[in-house]
């Protein structure tokens, strides 16, 4: 999607340690325009797949997956939470997600009675690189007994391997901008 | 707000612990339809505001804000980061809020870059009960100089102290369902 690459070579910022930094149009502060024209180019890729649910994780999933679902119809829009086994009841699905952001392990659930087996089910997040987010929400999936069409990401770092494992998997993982390179003194390099 | 008054009576659950429980359409799974006649609503009761910035706070609260900034032109959303001291950068406005639902304190922040002294600042959020994120949240735009034009808040249980300490402070606060009582046994009361 020619605009959003442009919008990262513009605005984002690479800072030492691997980190792209959108926030001042994706995951801080919110366009909501061109988060919309995200939500239609996802339309346009998965439009015929009769999807029934779009699934997220919070939070900063959730703009992208807002403006997918008004695309779908309004379709209902489902985020799973983070959470500690602790506070969890047992009418959930749960997987756990290594975050490499956070250097530790969290668990992430949905209420069963938001998913079911009759659901078409596309996944939206806003970033891809260790693939341990989309891992985990594919595996609610699986657990709910619903069919995952794909996963639709704003922003993939291609050369992180959670894309390719995926995909290995039969995913269709479709991605908005692929990055293929960056470092602070190279900037930004798609695909 | 009919619509939503009638929504949360039907699908509504009160649990014990004064929680009201709406995850079937506003914190979980979301009715992008209705969410975004809530957004609609908003700029009935704010649209002559000049208002330039929607402030809210992740997770629960980035919905409404989404389908409230589409209906200001699209204006830009920020949503506030909860995080902790220690992940804080230097160049962010935070403050503090004690949190019911998780018995501890949480730190909020908004980068610098994305309040400025020129916005006319509406806040957004779910739910409000002791008024704990809401307090927080105009304590970032009191520091970023901004003005704050007001709150707009989805639900309110208008027998819990935060909307009387908010509207005594000269904020102005619109909730578009304000629940007057509410217990298992009785079920839910309007104002």
Redesign the interface.
Known sequence: MEELKQRILKEGRVLPGDILKV??FLN??????L??RIGQRFHELFGNDKITRILTI???G??AA??T??QFD?C????A?KGTAANMSADVYHATAYSYTRSGEMEIY??H??LSPADRILIIDDFLANGQALSALSEIVRQAGAHLVGCGVVVEKAYQPGGEMLRRQGIRVESLAKIAAMDPENGIRFE
């Open positions: 926030d001042s801080h502060q919110i366009d909501t325009a988060m919309n919070e939070a900063s959730i703009a807002y403006a679902a008004q309004n209902p829009l489902v985020f939470k949905v209420s009675q938001y």
